[in-house]
């Protein structure tokens, strides 16, 4: 038991990380499939196509964690009960309530937006790279299929956040766990049935298909909160969520800039074998960062819970205790993938043509772990209902841009390498860390609970990002 405390391994850590971890056994297994059943050609268009449909971040504009923020703060004055009815204070229930209806308005007119933009942007980025001459690909229908499963996938995101806020953490995560399984189970079908490009449609099918039985039995609460009359007592979206909402949304993209732009950049300037090298060794450094957040990721409830509580001793003293379990998970990830890079020329020369050289992808691996921190820093300051890293997050995705811009061309997967580990090893974590230190001697020099009202004084001259709440 001891053991299980020092590492963090809670219920909900357990089951995000059982999730996550399939999620890697899924991504190894269908790149092993990608290499044996797409030519360096279609894993290429593989890879470009993953990028594009991950765009759904710009229209998302991060809002699932901010629902998730609101929630875990209205939700210490409320009791949710076992058969799904909802109690306590009224004001606090209204505000519950106007936190999932504005989401739910938003998620489907951004999903909408999503799909009008993403149609004719694939088919025109596609559409560019067939000449005469060169290879063949069918690129259309696994676009078309991509674009409505992820509308389909961001219509369900307010639910998840929504109820993770309200302190289902650990089911929620286990709600991940079946949806991996599903999309593993549809992805690898489609590759063994000889349809590979299929398969990033079909991750997200299974992920909806098993979202949608989960939230079937919650309607109970979701219906009835979406049918409560939160009149003049529910949130300002104008004061209250939108202030929140669009810097943490501009982040978000930039997040996007610095990882994935790389593959569609590569991918025009130096073709889709080149794209497809990225492509594989980005989505394994992606699953080191994601394996790795889970002892963050599932805190970011019980953070904006201490926060409304105004009890920031503990909250400082859980999360450095959850950055130092997440930190050392991910160097020893680190440590296993990179030496397991090295060794693949020799063991598996062919998968090994598939990716980048050792030396490169430990680039990627350093300014992987870069922003990993920075994303752990940047977790518990959001859930102050804040976004103090916009200035760095865009610092970081311009310097991204400018980098892809001058070394891709010349240098191709080489000059991406650099470019990342510079942009967030030499600009990102430094900045990421200054505002951090700024912040928490803010917070730390706050009023104890019982005069929350000095709070707001203690923190609001860093971002200038009121959000109008009072408790």
């Given at each position: 038991m001891k053991l299980i405390r020092v590492v963090g391994m809670d219920g909900a850590v357990t089951f995000a990380l059982l999730a996550r971890g399939l999620n890697i056994v899924g991504s190894v297994g269908t790149v092993l499939l990608v290499v044996r059943y797409l030519s360096p050609v279609e894993q290429g268009y593989y890879y470009a196509l993953l990028s594009l449909v991950s765009l759904q971040l710009v229209f998302e504009l991060g809002f699932s964690f901010v629902i998730q923020q609101l929630a875990a703060h209205e939700c210490v004055h409320v009791e949710l009960r076992e058969d799904g009815s909802v109690g306590g204070d009224r004001v606090a229930l209204a505000r519950l309530a106007s936190i999932l209806q504005i989401s739910m308005r938003w998620y489907s007119w951004a999903s909408l937006a999503m799909g009008l933009v993403l149609t004719p942007l694939g088919v025109v980025f596609f559409g560019l790279r067939a000449?005469?001459?060169?290879?063949?690909?069918?690129?259309?229908?696994?676009?078309?299929?991509?674009?409505?499963?992820?509308?389909?996938?961001?219509?369900?995101?307010?639910?998840y956040g929504f109820l993770e806020g309200c302190g289902e953490v650990r089911t929620v995560a286990a709600l991940r766990l079946r949806q991996a399984l599903a999309a593993n189970v549809l992805a690898w079908t489609a590759m063994l049935l000889g349809h590979g490009l299929y398969a990033p449609a079909l991750v997200i099918v299974g992920q909806v298909g098993v979202g949608l039985m989960?939230?079937?039995?919650?309607?109970?609460?979701?219906?009835?909160?979406?049918?409560?009359?939160?009149?003049?007592?529910?949130?300002?979206?104008?004061?209250?969520?939108?202030?929140?909402?669009?810097?943490?949304?501009?982040?978000?993209?930039?997040?996007?800039?610095?990882?994935?732009?790389?593959?569609?950049?590569?991918?025009?300037?130096?073709?889709?074998?080149?794209?497809?090298?990225?492509?594989?060794?980005?989505?394994?450094?992606?699953?080191?960062?994601v394996l790795a957040l889970v002892w963050i990721s599932t805190k970011a409830t019980p953070f904006g819970q201490l926060i409304a509580k105004r009890d920031f001793s503990a909250l400082d003293q859980s999360f450095f205790r959850t950055l130092s379990q997440s930190v050392a998970a991910f160097a020893i990830i680190a440590a296993v993938a990179t030496a397991a890079v090295a060794a693949i020329p020799f063991v598996a020369p062919h998968l090994g043509s598939r990716m980048v050289p050792a030396w490169m992808f430990a680039m990627l691996v350093l300014g992987a772990g870069a922003n990993h921190v920075v994303q752990c820093l940047a977790i518990l300051l959001r859930c102050f209902k804040r976004e103090p890293f916009l200035v760095q997050s865009l610092a970081v995705a311009a310097l991204t841009l400018l980098l892809a811009a001058a070394l891709v061309p010349k240098l191709g997967n080489a000059g991406a390498c650099i470019g990342y580990l510079l942009a967030n090893l030499a600009v990102g974590l430094p900045v990421a860390s200054l505002i951090f230190a700024r912040t928490r001697s803010r917070y730390l020099a706050a009023a104890p609970p019982s005069q929350p009202g000095l709070y707001a004084a203690a923190f609001e001259p860093l971002t200038s990002n009121a959000s109008g709440d009072s408790r």
């Open positions: 000449s005469p001459g060169s290879v063949h690909v069918a690129w259309q229908g696994p676009w078309m299929m991509a674009v409505a499963a992820s509308m389909a996938g961001l219509w369900c995101l307010p639910f989960f939230l079937a039995n919650r309607r109970r609460l979701l219906a009835g909160l979406l049918g409560y009359p939160a009149c003049e007592a529910g949130l300002s979206w104008t004061d209250e969520v939108w202030p929140f909402q669009w810097r943490i949304g501009v982040s978000w993209m930039c997040s996007y800039l610095t990882v994935q732009v790389f593959i569609p950049i590569v991918f025009a300037l130096r073709g889709p074998v080149e794209a497809g090298q990225m492509g594989m060794s980005l989505s394994v450094t992606g699953y080191m960062t």
